[in-house]
């Protein structure tokens, strides 16, 4: 499983393996969807212009609508910059994302390098990383928090990448899909002035959760913005798609902080009660800064099947490069879905007298 949410060939109750906002998708944004069932006549907007207003609304008094291009999903627009750039030599910082490997196939041509985050430092990038960027680095691709791990990037070693980017001419790519999920606020959207090669890619996906609409953005340089225009389809947005971000901009941007606030308040509290919870069975819990947690049992303890059998789906770290058997990602879900996954997880440790970590 690459991905999380591959429920179709499954009979799942519970799916922690996909990372949505545990509080749901707010009624205006459900409203937006079903009334754009009466433009299914006509085609979508090819310039985007209300959806890009909006989100240039909803980030901050830099972006203007120039500066924004809507895709289906951050997994599009991660491959149109890749196709765009077309790198002979990328860098990622391991374990990530699956989509950047599967992007950057897309460019054959591509040699992509990896940097081993170490497990004994909570996997968390720190400025060793920046030696790995050279001349010879035509893109680098960081997740800010980082999936599987949730750390987010520190202030300072954020600056020295795209210091060092600034320098050798590297493009840079950063992934800040889960970033408003999460307890920290540094953001690479600070820095879209210092550098021309810097590309944020968000989506509303999580916060709003809505996978299945597919609705996310790139922000830029306006240059850079309209050349990504010409490596994506043709209406790549759908009426549903633009219209469900436009909702979800105008969430964020009305300052309704109670939905931001019931949303950064649950996610801390389950967060909590997962990580301190599973600490008591013996398990290994890595830190996270986002609605996502890592952990670790000692290899040869399947929990990945042994849950699913009882119908819970998680993700299996080991489909992450750079991690092995015995490492899971599991979502942080509404306190009642927490407690029956704990449920299963204090019965088996009971019963099978498994030996965690």
């Keep these: 499983m690459l991905h999380g949410g591959e429920v179709y060939d499954k009979k799942i109750e519970l799916d922690f393996s996909v990372s949505l906002n545990p509080c749901g998708c707010p009624d205006e944004v459900k409203d937006a969807l079903s009334g754009a069932i009466c433009d299914i006549d006509k085609y979508p907007d090819f310039d985007q212009r209300k959806f890009r207003e909006a989100v240039a609304r909803a980030e901050n008094v830099l972006i203007r609508p120039e500066n924004v291009l809507g895709g289906n999903g951050a997994s599009e627009l ?10 002979v030599k990328a ?3 391991v374990p990530s994302f699956y989509g950047y490997v599967h992007a950057l196939s897309m460019a054959p041509q591509c040699e992509t390098l990896t940097y081993q985050l170490r497990e004994d430092k909570g996997f968390e990038l720190d400025e060793t990383f920046v030696d790995e960027i050279t001349c010879a680095i035509d893109l680098v691709i960081l997740g800010n928090p980082n999936n599987p791990t949730g750390k987010c990037i520190k202030t300072d070693v954020l600056e020295a990448v795209i210091k060092k980017c ?7 790519i950063v992934d800040e899909c889960f970033l408003r999920l999460s307890e920290h606020d540094t953001s690479a959207r600070e820095y879209l002035g ?13 916060l709003f959760s809505i996978p299945g609409v597919r609705v996310g953005f790139c922000l830029s340089q306006p240059e850079n913005i309209e050349k990504l225009r010409q490596f994506l389809p043709e209406w790549n947005m759908s009426v549903f798609a633009q219209a469900a971000g436009i909702a979800c901009a105008k969430t964020l941007s009305d300052d309704k902080k109670s939905f931001m606030d019931s949303t ?33 049992m000692s290899e040869g303890h399947d929990l990945y099947h042994m ?25 942080v879900k509404d306190h009642e879905s927490n407690k029956r996954l704990l449920q299963f997880m204090r019965t088996y440790s009971r ?7």
């Design 194 to 206: 210092s550098y021309d090669k810097l590309y944020i890619v968000d989506a509303y996906t999580k």
């Design 264 to 296: 950064a308040e649950l996610i801390r509290t389950e967060r909590e009660y997962l990580s301190s919870e599973l600490e008591k069975l013996g398990i290994k819990v890595f830190d996270s800064d986002t609605n996502f947690i890592l952990m670790r």
């Design 166 to 172: 600034n320098e050798t001419g590297t493009a840079l």
């Design 78 to 87: 991660l491959a149109g910059i890749v196709n765009m750039h077309r790198p």
């Design 351 to 357: 019963n099978l007298l498994f030996e965690f970590i």
């Design 307 to 331: 849950l699913l059998n009882n119908h819970i789906l998680i993700r299996d770290g080991s489909t992450f490069e750079g991690l092995t058997g015995g490492f899971y990602r599991i979502a």
């Design 91 to 93: 860098l990622l910082p």
